[in-house]
C-alpha cells in the first residue's frame, strides 16, 4: 500500500552544519510530494512542496528534488542553524481532495 | 495570520467515555480534515470533509468516530466510547480549495486511562 519512509531521528547538528533528511515512498500513480515542519508547540506547517518529476521545492534555505525513478524526496539544507530545531515530516498526495499521506517524523536538533 | 485553532491542547479520559475534540479551521477555507498520530508512529489520515459531507474516511475511522460542522465555524470529532488505542494527538486541517496546501492547528492530545 501507499506508504513514506523517513530517516529515523533524533538527527542532532551543529550549527552550520549540512542536513540530510532522506525520505522514500510507495505510491501508485503521479504523487504531489510535500515537506511539513513542526516546531515546538506549533501545528504541522507547509515547508515546501512539488507537483512532478525532476521538481525541486524550496523554501528558507531547504530544497528537496521529487526523484521518480529513485521515489526519493530528500531534505537539504546547506547550513543550518538553531531555529531549524524542529521535527519534519515528509508526505505526499495522490490527488484525492488532498488527503496527504505522512511518515513518522524526523526530528532535527540543531546545538551552538 | 489566520491560523487553525483546536480545543482542548490535551484532554485524559477514562476508557468509555465520549470525547469532543474541536477545531475551528480558516474561515474562507472549504475542505476540513482530521488526522491522528499515535506516539512514535505515523500521522495518520482520518477524514475528509466538504461540503457538510464526509468525502473520504479512513480505516480507522470507525462507527465509534463522527464528524460535524455544526454551525459554519466549528468542525468537531468525536469519538462516541474511548478505547486505550484511541491515546494520540489528534490534528485538525483545512484548505482553500484548490490550493492543495493544508493549514494545521497545533493538535489535541487525547489520553486514554
Known amino acids: 500500500g501507499d506508504s513514506v519512509t523517513q530517516m529515523e531521528g533524533p538527527v542532532t547538528l551543529s550549527e552550520e552544519a549540512f542536513l540530510t533528511i532522506n525520505c522514500t515512498y510507495t505510491?501508485?500513480?503521479?504523487?504531489?510530494l510535500f515537506w511539513y515542519v513542526q516546531y515546538p508547540g506549533e501545528g504541522l506547517q507547509l515547508l515546501l512542496k512539488?507537483?512532478?518529476?525532476?521538481d525541486k521545492g524550496s523554501n528558507k534555505g531547504f530544497e528537496a528534488t521529487y526523484r521518480k525513478e529513485t521515489t526519493s524526496f530528500h531534505l537539504e539544507k546547506g547550513s543550518v542553524q538553531v531555529s531549524d530545531s524542529a521535527v519534519y515530516f515528509c508526505a505526499f498526495d495522490t490527488g484525492t481532495a488532498s488527503k496527504l499521506t505522512f511518515g513518522t517524523g524526523t526530528r532535527l536538533q540543531v546545538t551552538l | 495570520e489566520p491560523e487553525v485553532t483546536q480545543t482542548p491542547s490535551h484532554q485524559v479520559t477514562q476508557m468509555g467515555q465520549e470525547v469532543i475534540l474541536r477545531c475551528v479551521p480558516i474561515?474562507?477555507?472549504?475542505?476540513f480534515y482530521w488526522y491522528r498520530q499515535i506516539l512514535g508512529q505515523k500521522v495518520e489520515f482520518l477524514v475528509s470533509f466538504y461540503n457538510n459531507e464526509i468525502s473520504e474516511k479512513s480505516e480507522i475511522f470507525d462507527d465509534q468516530f463522527s464528524v460535524e460542522r455544526p454551525d459554519g465555524s466549528n468542525f468537531t470529532l468525536k469519538i462516541r466510547s474511548t478505547k486505550l488505542e484511541d491515546s494520540a494527538m489528534y490534528f485538525c486541517?483545512?484548505?482553500?480549495?484548490?490550493?492543495?496546501?493544508?493549514?494545521f492547528g497545533e493538535g489535541s492530545r487525547l489520553t486514554v486511562l
Open positions: 512539488a507537483t512532478k518529476a525532476d
Open positions: 505510491a501508485t500513480g503521479y504523487p504531489s
Open positions: 486541517a483545512s484548505m482553500l480549495r484548490g490550493t492543495g496546501e493544508l493549514f
Open positions: 474561515s474562507n477555507h472549504l475542505y
